[in-house]
T-cell receptor
Framework: GAVVSQHPSWVICKSGTSVKIECRSL??????MFWYRQFPKQSLMLMAT?????????EQGVEKDKFLINHASLTLSTLTVTSAHPEDSSFYIC???????????FGDGTRLSIL | AQSVAQPEDQVNVAEGNPLTVKCTYS??????LFWYVQYPNRGLQFLLK??????LVKGSYGFEAEFNKSQTSFHLKKPSALVSDSALYFC??????????FGSGTRLSIRP
């Protein structure tokens, strides 16, 4: 089945640094990719939607300058958490979809811990 | 606003018994509905979807879901639970903006 690879799976870094998370669709072309954030024991919160070659559409309350999203190709999207702070610590999950009526396939998530 | 509701935070079932995880939706018209499963520290795995057609949808790992328009429900079911089915289950619907909106999740615990 469709595979989405997310890297890294776990990252720990100091406050103030920037962290980049990659999301790749391995065996299909992802016209749309999504980035979610999940707090412990909670549901997934959609942060932004990105279409290849276009600017990402951010959900209300998500800071565009804080969470930079790039979807440069049909198989790769990146999320950069800029100047990360402890409150940015969370589980970040990407997903990709091959077409409008296709299901979303999810990466295994990235656990981000900011010290 | 469009939403899905999962009324149970946790469902406990003995191995071998049938299981049901409840979900109700609120979107009008023809909903696109999904079930996903999440294991610890992992992303979500797609189980099944309903777009149109038969009300009983069969999915992965022996799961199925029944779409009921009059009750606006899309409950997940399995005839005989396995301990390995223990995980977090999310019902979801695709909004008019083509975004997937997730329910709050139901933790399924299967005891041996």
């Amino acid at each position: 089945g469709a595979v989405v690879s997310q890297h890294p799976s776990w990252v720990i870094c100091k406050s103030g640094t920037s962290v980049k998370i990659e999301c790749r669709s391995l065996d299909f072309q992802a016209t749309t990719m999504f980035w979610y954030r999940q707090f412990p024991k909670q549901s997934l919160m959609l942060m932004a939607t990105s279409n290849e070659g276009s600017k990402a559409t951010y959900e209300q309350g998500v800071e565009k300058d804080k969470f930079l999203i790039n979807h440069a190709s049909l198989t790769l999207s990146t999320l950069t958490v800029t100047s990360a702070h402890p409150e940015d610590s969370s589980f970040y999950i990407c997903s990709a979809r091959g077409g409008d009526n296709q299901p979303q396939h999810f990466g295994d998530g990235t656990r981000l811990s900011i010290l | 606003a469009q939403s899905v509701a999962q009324p149970e935070d946790q469902v406990n079932v003995a191995e071998g018994n049938p299981l049901t995880v409840k979900c109700t939706y609120s979107v009008s018209g023809n909903p696109y509905l999904f079930w996903y499963v999440q294991y610890p520290n992992r992303g979500l795995q797609f189980l099944l979807k309903y777009i149109t057609g038969d009300n009983l949808v069969k999915g992965s790992y022996g799961f199925e879901a029944e779409f009921n328009k009059s009750q606006t429900s899309f409950h997940l079911k399995k005839p005989s639970a396995l301990v390995s089915d223990s995980a977090l289950y999310f019902c979801a619907e695709r909004s008019s903006a083509s975004k997937i909106i997730f329910g709050s999740g139901t933790r399924l615990s299967i005891r041996p």
